[in-house]
């Protein structure tokens, strides 16, 4: 039996919507059994099997107002930190919360940092055009950087596609402003240098934004904000796009409406910010889904399929490539 | 009669696409002169018609491996550097160039600096999700910035939406990644300060990046490194999933293709980057519209229409809406 931690409070949606996605996951996951971290009346009411479900009572969580670090002194109770001090013990392949990313963090850095490493940071999956998928990092854990962090990034995300999508020696880019290795911020010229005497890196360059999820490499390393850049930004063109297409079906009515839908439903898929939305903090000792604060059921159920997968030793998506290339 | 001038080198596509270019300004524009920079025997054997047409000769161009601020000393024959010498001089409404951003910057800062100011930015107008233009600034003229130059780009973008599309108090936002006012990276939290008490811009605070395009701003503001993710990103995002509607039309083949092949015409039209994707030149004492290397005939007309009428006086794209709402 797979023990995965779930952090019920700190949705936007409620409790309610992430123990929908606990029900989700015990239906199809006939091995996994679920710690949950909230209310405990709510899921003892909630229709939960729970046979398979552990139960960490605290109502407490975190405001956007509140400061992580003071918070994980003062606040003992908090969700986040409950969840994560439950992780750090043995019998669990790892957590799941859609909570404030600092208290996540720091959460972290106290429970489970990896010894060797500086911090951790988050990493998403992205679609990619090649029909693969591109892990970005750091997509906002870190937002000011060293080059040495760049470099750390670089080594984690490669060693995470290395292990969870086999590839051999997974090709690594460095998010600039150009391709030539002149180009880039004094950060990125910095750290260009590093990655390209790095043996152990099989760095491919500069890559562009046009390029970021080309396909061209199976990570990309940039400090948070500009991770973060790139995240919400193909999240919000993809969502411009989608939403002329309705736009424009509705306006032309009849068949050319239903295509215009269909289309929709197919571009909905394959850049399916829900699934793949969901950040996975990499050099923590235990694997961590950060999903979004807008997180629904099938985010949380679709974090814990990652979860099994990895523990399991299976590539990410059962190596279903989601793009039906 | 406006003259504007023309930097026939520099373009990927050789001079004879900068040419065209220039064939399809004076066949539309009788109101307009030209002044070449380049190979004057090209000019002469391509058919325009010269008596509204002045040459300046060279041949010589400035290649990617040539440092810009030494190549301005060492190669005064290069055509940008001509040509800016001649926009320095009265009698033109402005420069058009599809070569490299570094030359161009340095020759604007040597001949056509507004002395208040303390360098250029490159901005782009890009159309958004309410119907509008935003203007993003900066996009790759100035990787590495102080918040004070920030606050300048504000400034400059703010006067420009002001005084081109007639906008009263443009909505200034500042790109970061999180709306709160403690969001942001060392740069943009300093900025944020700055643009907050800044009775004479209508600051809006930080804007995320799957909002750029969303219309909450009319001037977007970001250190070039950034806002020239947000340009390419956008850019290749847009490809993207024009290319997936492609493929999924082919897939599908019949009627169903003919749809998705009008979608994939109505979404080039609204996010045209080549009508879009030349860059403005804002705090220089001329307009100097920047178009990509990449440019086509169709780009250099539609750099020469906004030349136009900014100096008609009217606004950008006659307020003829692209996106048809």
Chains 1, 2 share one sequence.
């Not at 870190?142 to 670089?154: G, K, N, P, T």
């Not at 390393?221 to 193909?234: E, H, R, T």
């Not at 939403?243 to 509705?250: A, F, H």
């Amino acid at each position: 039996m797979h023990n995965i931690i779930i952090d019920t409070l700190g949705s936007d949606k409620g409790a309610s919507a992430i123990i929908d996605g606990a029900k989700l996951i015990l239906d199809e996951f006939q091995n996994v059994k679920l710690t949950l971290v909230g209310d405990e009346e709510l899921v003892k009411k909630s229709g939960l099997d729970l046979s398979r479900v552990k139960i960490i009572h605290t109502t407490e969580t975190i405001t956007n107002y509140d400061n992580p670090v003071e918070a994980f002194y003062k606040k003992p109770n908090v969700s986040i930190f409950k969840a994560f001090e439950e992780a750090s013990k043995e019998d669990n392949i790892g957590l799941i919360s859609a909570g404030n990313s600092g208290a996540l963090m720091v959460s972290a850095i106290r429970y489970l940092l990896d010894e060797k490493k500086t911090r951790p940071c988050m990493a998403a999956i992205l679609p990619n055009m090649a029909g693969g998928f591109t892990c970005l990092v750091d997509t906002g854990a870190s937002i000011d950087c060293s080059s040495s962090q760049l470099v750390e990034f670089a080594h984690l995300g490669s060693d995470f596609m290395k292990y969870t999508y086999k590839i051999d020696a997974p090709r690594v880019g460095l998010l600039s402003n150009g391709a030539e290795p002149t180009k880039g911020n004094k950060l990125v010229k910095e750290t260009h240098k590093i990655l390209n005497d790095d043996k152990y890196i099989n760095f491919v360059g500069n890559i562009e934004g046009n390029a970021a999820l080309s396909g061209k490499c199976d990570v990309l390393v940039c400090d948070g904000f500009a991770g973060n850049q790139v995240l919400k930004n193909s999240e919000g063109m993809a969502t411009n796009l989608i939403t002329e297409i309705v736009k424009y079906g509705k306006k032309s009515g009849g068949a050319k409406e239903g295509v215009a839908m269909e289309i929709v439903a197919h571009l909905m898929q394959t850049y399916d910010f829900e699934s793949l939305g969901a950040g996975i903090m990499l050099g923590a000792r235990k694997m961590v889904m950060k999903c979004r604060g807008s997180s629904g059921a099938k985010a949380i159920r679709n974090a814990a399929h990652i979860l099994v997968n990895i523990a399991e030793n299976k590539t990410i998506y059962d190596g279903e490539d989601k793009r039906g290339n």
